[in-house]
Structures are given as structure tokens and as C-alpha cells.
């Protein structure tokens, strides 16, 4: 089976811009799930998506959305861009996202804002 | 919510044993996993707790007390290659799919 991938791997932003990245989970997972990584916080929780629902919102501001389509695949966008949202962006997925089912992540987007 | 504790580094010898510890302070706990993060690469899991005890996968083991709140993560054999980040993650809640993760521990083994 394919892993979860990612695009793009590397994006270049100036502030004020909107992106779009993209995650394709592993093949029969329906939970995707977003994580925001900097060197000073770690990973942070930004949504999960199962069935194209949105089950849980981390803390961050209405900038951040998100949305699942029915063949799972999931998209993030973060509008009006700031210079703290220069981070690396991890799609994680999991079959149900229950239970002790392992989150399975890809390799992220690495998005500078300029 | 919730707040979880390990060290910034550490350091090690290649053929040695490490043990990186992890405490946190939950609102809810439905388990505690750890993975391991190369630079550029994408977290892998690692292993899993749930009830409290030690889980055994070949040279990791890793332990859990729900009561102490704490969590290590022992690294037996050390090898160059497990030079790497090692994050903590709780998971908060049920019926959704959210970890809440320390800043992680960065792992430096030397020859």
C-alpha cells in the first residue's frame, strides 16, 4: 500500500496570500487528520476529518480550514497568511480514528512565509 | 486540556541504553504513543500504552503509570541510526482522533 502523501513538499508564500495543500491518506483510511509542526511547539492539532465531517478543531484561528472529499482525501487552507504560520504541515491518517489505531503521517509540506 | 513534559536533548553512546521520559497532566487519557522522527522525515510510530505497564517491540520498550502520569521510552543497543527526534503524544478523548503532542526529545548517539 502507498503511504500518506503530501503536496506539495516545499511551498514559498508572502504574507497577506492564501494556500491549499493537499493529503491523500492511506488506501481504506477515513480519518485524516492535520498537524501543525514548529521547532518551539512540536506538533499541534489543527482538525480531524472522517466521513467528509469535521469530529474535532484545534486552537487555532478561522484562517485555518479545512475539508474531506468522499474518496477521503483531505485539503487545508490557511488564508491570509502571517509570518508565524511558516511551519511544517503533517496529514496524518488512520482507518477509524478510534481505539488504538496508529496515526500514520506523511512527510508534510514545508510552508515559508515570507 | 493538556500538558506534556519531556527533555529538550539528550546524548548517548552507540551499544548503550537510554531511557527518555515523558510526564504529562491530562483532562482525559485514552493512551500514549511515541515516535520516532528523523530531520525531513515523517513521524513513525513506535509504540502504544494504554494500561499501565511495559510494552516490549524488539530493542524499545517503552512503560506507562496512569497515576503518576508518566511514560518512558528505553532504547536498548543503541545505533547510530536511532539518532532522531522521540515525541510523546497523548491521546485526549474518544470517538474522534486527536494526540496532543510534547516538543519532543532529540536524541544525539555518538560513536
Known amino acids: 500500500k502507498a503511504g500518506v502523501t503530501q503536496t506539495p513538499r516545499y511551498l514559498i508564500k508572502t504574507r497577506g496570500q492564501q494556500v491549499t495543500l493537499s493529503c491523500s491518506p492511506i488506501?481504506?483510511?477515513?480519518?485524516v487528520s492535520w498537524y501543525q509542526q514548529t521547532p518551539g511547539q512540536g506538533l499541534q492539532f489543527l482538525f480531524e476529518y472522517f466521513s467528509e465531517t469535521q469530529r474535532n478543531k484545534g486552537n487555532f484561528p478561522g484562517r485555518f480550514s479545512g475539508r474531506q472529499f468522499s474518496n477521503s482525501r483531505s485539503e487545508m487552507n490557511v488564508s491570509t497568511l502571517e509570518l508565524g504560520d511558516s511551519a511544517l504541515y503533517l496529514c496524518?491518517?488512520?482507518?477509524?480514528?478510534?481505539?488504538?489505531?496508529?496515526?500514520?503521517f506523511g512527510s508534510g509540506t514545508q510552508l515559508s512565509v515570507l | 486540556g493538556q500538558n506534556i513534559d519531556q527533555p529538550t536533548e539528550m546524548t548517548a553512546t552507540e551499544g548503550a541504553i537510554v531511557q527518555i521520559n515523558c510526564t504529562y497532566q491530562t483532562s482525559g487519557f485514552n493512551g500514549l504513543f511515541w515516535y520516532q522522527q528523523h530531520a525531513g522525515e515523517a513521524p513513525t510510530f513506535l509504540s502504544y500504552n494504554v494500561l499501565d505497564g511495559l510494552e516490549e517491540k524488539g530493542r524499545f520498550s517503552s512503560f506507562l503509570s496512569r497515576s503518576k502520569g508518566y511514560s518512558y521510552l528505553l532504547l536498548k543497543e543503541l545505533q547510530m541510526k536511532d539518532s532522531a527526534s522521540y515525541l510523546c503524544a497523548v491521546r485526549e478523548g474518544t470517538g474522534f482522533q486527536k494526540l496532543v503532542f510534547g516538543t519532543g526529545t532529540r536524541l544525539l548517539v555518538s560513536p
Open positions: 488506501s481504506g483510511h477515513r480519518s
Open positions: 496524518a491518517s488512520s482507518e477509524s480514528g478510534t481505539g488504538e489505531e496508529k496515526l500514520f
